[in-house]
């Protein structure tokens, strides 16, 4: 059982390391649900920031669970109105790979947040994940479901990270796992930080 979680790191590792970040920008279905869907969900860069949001939340424990992705969710939904009209923003995909960065240290130092700065914290990058999200949004056939699907693939992703961060944090020296998975984010962030 204990050498599960750093299967899961070394996974992530091997996966991730050759991620392509701009997959996530192709469309799937013409510009629909599908497409709205699998833009946070197939692209690894949106996946492990909004995955290290939930396993961020999960982290701090009580109120912050649900308030530090919502908040996400809401900036970004912000940032998708953001590109959808057209209004300019300096380096999305640098800010993009910062933060998985950003995020993936944070988990890793392990040092409880305030709420409210956990928030701007997340609220920040959101904005160019958002933005990611919206500049495509006028070229789409279906707008309206290309919205409910990227703002839906961000919840659950968001929730699968709370599942992850609750479940290693329950672990023996689950504290010691989640700052490795931190570790291991923040790695792959680096590189895509260097890819950007």
Request: hydrophobic letters at 55%; a neutral charge; charged letters at 10%.
């Amino acid at each position: 059982m204990k050498k599960i979680p750093m299967m899961i790191v070394n996974a992530l590792l091997v996966i991730f390391c050759f991620a392509n970040p701009a997959y996530a920008h192709e469309m799937a279905d013409g510009g629909g649900f599908i497409s709205g869907l699998s833009h946070p969900v197939l692209g690894f860069d949106h996946l492990l920031a909004m995955l290290s949001v939930g396993i961020l939340s999960a982290q701090m424990g009580g109120r912050a669970i649900w308030t530090v992705p919502a908040t996400f969710v809401a900036v970004m939904f912000i940032g998708g109105v953001m590109g959808m009209q057209g209004i300019s923003l300096f380096s999305v995909e640098l800010g993009i790979a910062v933060s998985v960065f950003a995020l993936g240290v944070t988990i890793c130092v392990d040092r409880k947040l305030p709420a409210l700065i956990a928030m701007m914290f997340v609220g920040f990058f959101a904005v160019f994940h958002g933005y990611a999200h919206g500049i495509e949004m006028p070229y789409l056939a279906e707008p309206a479901l290309y919205v409910s699907g990227f703002l839906l693939g961000t919840i659950a992703i968001h929730i699968a990270g709370v599942i992850v961060g609750t479940f290693l944090g329950k672990l023996s020296q689950g504290d010691q796992k989640l700052k490795y998975l931190g570790a291991a984010i923040g790695g792959i962030g680096f590189h895509l930080i260097m890819l950007t």
